[in-house]
T-cell receptor, first 116, second 109 residues
Framework: GAVVSQHPSWVICKSGTSVKIECRSL??????MFWYRQFPKQSLMLMAT?????????EQGVEKDKFLINHASLTLSTLTVTSAHPEDSSFYIC????????????FGPGTRLTVL | GQNIDQPTEMTATEGAIVQINCTYQ??????LFWYQQHAGEAPTFLSY??LDGLEEKGRFSSFLSRSKGYSYLLLKELQMKDSASYLC??????????WGAGTKLIIKP
C-alpha cells in the first residue's frame, strides 16, 4: 500500500516553455500533497503544500505564479513550471499523506527536469 | 530557528552494525521520521517515532528521546544495498516536516 506515482520521470525542455508534472496516489486518498525540489547533493526543499480542493500554500521564496499547483482530486496533484529557465533544472518530488496531522508522507519517484 | 543535525557521512563494513544519530531543535514536536534515499531517487519511508523508545523493523531500528531531542537509526547486518543517504525529519508544531541534510552511508565489503 501507500504507492505514489509521478509522471514524467524525466523531462527535457527548452527555456521559456512550460512543463506539467503529475503526482498520483494509487491506493489511498491523499488529503494533502507536498511538492519538493532537490538540487544535487542538497537536502529536500519544500516548495508548497496542497490540500484537495483548496489553494496551495507556498513556502517563502517560491513564486506561486511560476510554480502552479492544482490538487483537483484526492488522488491527483499537478505542478506546472511555467516559462522554465535553466535555473529551474532540478529533481522535483511529490509526497502524499492520507490525512491527519502526523500521518506519514509517502514519496513519488521524482521527476528530473532539465531546461536547456 | 529550527535545526536538525546529523553526520554528513559515515562508513561501515558489510555485515556490521551502524548507528546514525540525529539531534533536533524545533518549534514543537509531532513525530520524527527516517527516510532512505538512494542517489537519483526519491526518499522511501523507513520509520516513524512519536513516543520515546525503540521501534524495531527487521534489520532497521529507530530510537527516540524527546527530552534530549535525539534519535538514532540502527542498521544491522549491513548489506551493500544499504549504501544510501539517510534523512532525519521532524514534524514541528505546524505539522510541517523539517528535514536534516542527510547522512551518506558508505558500505565497504
Amino acid at each position: 500500500g501507500a504507492v505514489v506515482s509521478q509522471h514524467p520521470s524525466w523531462v527535457i525542455c527548452k527555456s521559456g516553455t512550460s512543463v506539467k508534472i503529475e503526482c498520483r496516489s494509487l491506493d489511498f486518498q491523499a488529503t494533502t500533497m507536498f511538492w519538493y525540489r532537490q538540487f544535487p547533493k542538497q537536502s529536500l526543499m519544500l516548495m508548497a503544500t496542497s490540500n484537495e480542493g483548496s489553494k496551495a500554500t507556498y513556502e517563502q521564496g517560491v513564486e506561486k505564479d511560476k510554480f502552479l499547483i492544482n490538487h483537483a482530486s484526492l488522488t491527483l496533484s499537478t505542478l506546472t513550471v511555467t516559462s522554465a529557465h535553466p535555473e529551474d533544472s532540478s529533481f522535483y518530488i511529490c509526497s502524499a499523506s492520507s490525512g491527519g496531522s502526523t500521518v506519514t508522507e509517502f514519496f513519488g519517484p521524482g521527476t528530473r527536469l532539465t531546461v536547456l | 530557528g529550527q535545526n536538525i543535525d546529523q553526520p554528513t557521512e559515515m562508513t561501515a563494513t558489510e555485515g556490521a552494525i551502524v548507528q546514525i544519530n540525529c539531534t533536533y531543535q524545533t518549534s514543537g514536536f509531532n513525530g520524527l521520521f527516517w527516510y532512505q534515499q538512494h542517489a537519483g531517487e526519491a526518499p522511501t519511508f523507513l520509520s516513524y517515532n512519536v513516543l520515546d523508545g525503540l521501534e524495531e523493523k527487521g534489520r532497521f531500528s529507530s530510537f527516540l528521546s524527546r527530552s534530549k531531542g535525539y534519535s538514532y537509526l540502527l542498521l544491522k547486518e549491513l548489506q551493500m544495498k544499504d549504501s544510501a543517504s539517510y534523512l532525519c525529519a521532524v514534524k514541528d508544531s505546524n505539522y510541517q516536516l523539517i528535514w536534516g541534510a542527510g547522512t551518506k552511508l558508505i558500505i565497504k565489503p
